[in-house]
């Protein structure tokens, strides 16, 4: 197998991604660690809620004394106490009596039932008139209801949510163990591309990718160390590199977008110990000119020059990455939405290489329909007006004006 | 019009909030505008790029040069110097005449075209073989290509995504104009509710609201402040909520199941100068004991306590609030991935009233299926079993096993 200097296809990009080691576990405290990734499963510490709980208000009764009650031919209960929210009923609930309790309230000892104050009515100060009968456990949560001690709730790889945050909470867990998040290095090459701050000289451009780079990271959930310019000239990038890599799980190293430069970002990368170039160039468009090479844990990415290249890249080659090292599979576009509609013209492909359309929604009479937001591939303004991506599969010549396709939509 | 204490429809409190004036404008540098909202219109300072540039390695030629030259019959062109990237040529392309040019450097004048450097060959130190024809433009970015001066580029409103956040960057613009963020207290109530550290006792409960809350406020777009707990007392409420109310846009009250304590919180926000009582129920489940007291331009909303609850009613009522106050239509869900299945099986619903059902999903023969999650509201795991919800709308009776219906994923 010589894999070195062949195009190769976005799925073995991805499958390479899929043998990347997960990072190691740290811990967090819940409030921050939303977003981040379960290390490992978790199993409840102790059942959840740990103790019967009125789910209405009413009355704490046994259930069988109840039974066959209603309007016309009521039951009548003596009331015996009333539940204070937040304690522990110090009286039990003996048979034909009952018990003033509140949503969320404890229930007593001796009564495995809720009977709702809808249905009842006061017959005296201490006699309830009960109009409706219920089975054992009605209006109730029952001590393991949400959990067992033990039971496994998430699972490791599991991107946690306000919920899952929530139910820590309830748990009692203040903190949660979770992938360490990759570190990637942010350095932008090329002689003509100067820091954003001032007017550029005629020739100049200032340093998009730096700062779309950035947003990128931290959007795929990692964390993005900046490492500014770099000019293009062998001893600057192995320098800048070689710090990053010091400190850095990953590094993104993007312009150079001539062809004498990307080989020498690829002679670069390929300086360092252990170095090996696993891809050299991608069938894929925008995108194609992708350099990957693996340093013993460590990643060096070379990407496209120009920012919508360069993003496209990112999210096809470089996420599925970062997904994998969080412990996840190695998809891309998992942030994505997705939207089906017709498309508003033709496009044209060429097989053999898998193709990211900018797109945009527009109407036609009230339909939504996906239009190509076309414009030459250097160009920023595609990426603002453009609202996601099509992929048009490495196998197609195009998609077709009327055809239903799916867009991938802007995170 | 009477509106008070009937219970209304989710439409008309999304109506409502849609009344609501957006927030005040303040700058944000761009590293940390990602996903805040737009407070005016962008206009581009500059043309953007500004020069003419090339997007190919290759030659900066006068395209009529070129013209009806091919392999057979090539063209041949006298090479006059070389761009250095990043500087402005001091030199013109006369006719007969090309440049060397690498992908991103500036076209020199004369030039209107760039010839790539794979259909040229050297035939001679200094003149070029051109072997195919170019029209004026091609193969370059015109200085007005990505953005002329003054064009708006993003309106108010807009979220501001990596993209977005590039393009400020070409445009040298270290500062946003956003939206400021609504403020949001959180209170959670309840004498039932302890600090989630350390054992409850029989009777009690974590707090579980305070942890989800923060992050669905954050989630939305919000800053939190969480104000920690309060007990079901009228002078304790009225305390923590006008503290609230001094340094916040919005409080969040949540607990109070229970008829008596739901009572309390509406009198305690009635309390308060310019209190206006919006909202007292909702037709929907869950959610129903939804409460909205604005006092000038500060709204008080009180939130059921159930977790499950607490949650839906979060992102079906007060997220449109806060979507208002950023400036943007009062829509539920903007954030929601969304996905159409086949229904597992039939869901019952009441009329009168929007029913958003937890649900998940799963496969059978590889087809996918939206399966709802049933359990007791009170449950916490429902939520995390759950990756989305189901909406049944108010006029409906149900959902039928085998009907498409769209899931709207847990974001």
Same mark, same amino acid.
């Given at each position: ?177 979770? #992938? ?98 696993? #891809?050299?160039?991608?069938? #894929? ?127």
């Amino acid at each position: 197998m010589k894999p070195f200097f062949n195009v190769q296809s976005v799925a073995r990009v991805q499958a390479l991604a899929g043998e990347t080691a997960v990072l190691s576990a740290e811990h967090t405290a819940i409030t921050t660690a939303a977003g981040r990734t379960l290390a490992g499963d978790l199993a409840a510490p102790h059942d959840l809620p740990g103790f019967s709980r009125s789910t209405m208000d009413g009355f704490a009764v046994r259930a069988r004394d109840t039974f066959g009650c209603s309007e016309t031919a009521p039951a009548y209960l003596e009331l015996c106490g009333e539940v204070v929210m937040g304690r522990e009923p110090d009286f039990n609930v003996q048979p034909g009596r009952c018990a003033k309790i509140f949503t969320g309230g404890m229930l007593p000892a001796g009564a495995d039932a809720v009977l709702m104050v809808e249905h009842t009515r006061m017959a005296g100060d201490t006699t309830v008139e009960a109009a409706k009968s219920v089975a054992p456990g009605d209006n109730i949560l029952g001590p393991t209801d949400d959990a067992a001690r033990g039971q496994i709730l998430l699972r490791a790889g599991h991107e946690l949510r306000a919920q899952d945050i929530g139910l820590m909470a309830a748990l009692g867990l203040e903190q949660a163990a979770v #992938v360490r998040r990759p570190k990637v290095a942010i350095v932008s090459t090329g002689d003509e591309v100067v820091p954003i701050s001032g007017a550029p000289a005629p020739g100049q451009v200032r340093d998009v990718n730096t700062y779309t780079l950035d947003q990128l990271v931290r959007q795929a959930g990692a964390e993005p160390l900046v490492m500014g310019l770099a000019p293009d000239d062998r001893a600057a990038l192995q320098e800048v590199v070689g710090r990053a890599l010091d400190t850095c799980d990953v590094v993104l190293l993007s312009g150079g977008s001539s062809v004498g430069t990307r080989d020498l970002t690829s002679e670069v990368f390929q300086s360092f110990p252990q170095a090996e170039l696993l #891809v050299h160039g991608v069938a #894929v468009s925008p995108g194609k000119p992708f350099i990957w090479v693996r340093a013993g844990q460590k990643h060096l990415l070379g990407l496209p020059g120009q920012v919508a290249s360069c993003m496209v890249a990112f999210y096809v080659l470089v996420e599925p990455l970062i997904e994998a090292m969080l412990g996840r599979a190695p998809l891309a576009f998992r942030r994505f939405g997705r939207l089906s509609a017709q498309l508003a013209r033709n496009i044209p492909s060429t097989p053999g290489r898998e193709d990211y359309i900018r797109a945009r929604l527009t109407s036609n009479n009230g339909t939504g329909l996906i239009e190509p937001v076309f414009g030459k591939s250097g160009l920023i303004t595609t990426l603002i007006q453009g609202q996601g991506l099509v992929r048009i599969p490495a196998d197609s010549e195009g998609l077709y004006q009327g055809e239903t396709v799916e867009m991938l939509l802007f995170p």
